[in-house]
């Protein structure tokens, strides 16, 4: 069964910074693109970012990849070991409150299996 359990959510400041996990098991998690995306009250699912996996990494490869809207505040990393993804989040705006999910596979698009989420909420 693939389990993806996310955590890290929170209440913060605009401006302020929050670091996401999502624990992956049920597949081998070093062989498959994983990526980040949210849901904001109302709105559909957006995909935020993109990381390769292990076993398509090399030359011209340019993961990740990120979407316009968090390009230069959010960072995507993966912990093959620890079967972990991450999503650190910076200068963050009221416009980024959502759940955030981490789901299995790649592409630029929200499909995919994914987790319960964690939410998070940027207000003063």
Known sequence: EIKLVESGGALVQPGGSLNLSCVASGFPFYYYA????RQAPGQDLEWLSTINSAQNSGIGNRSPYYADSVKGRFTVSRDN???????????????????????KGGGFDASGSRGQGTQVTVSS
């Open 34 to 37: 994983m990526k980040w995306v």
């Open 81 to 103: 070991d620890k079967r972990t993804l991450y999503l650190y989040m910076s200068n963050l705006k009221t416009e980024d409150t959502a759940i955030y999910y981490c789901v």
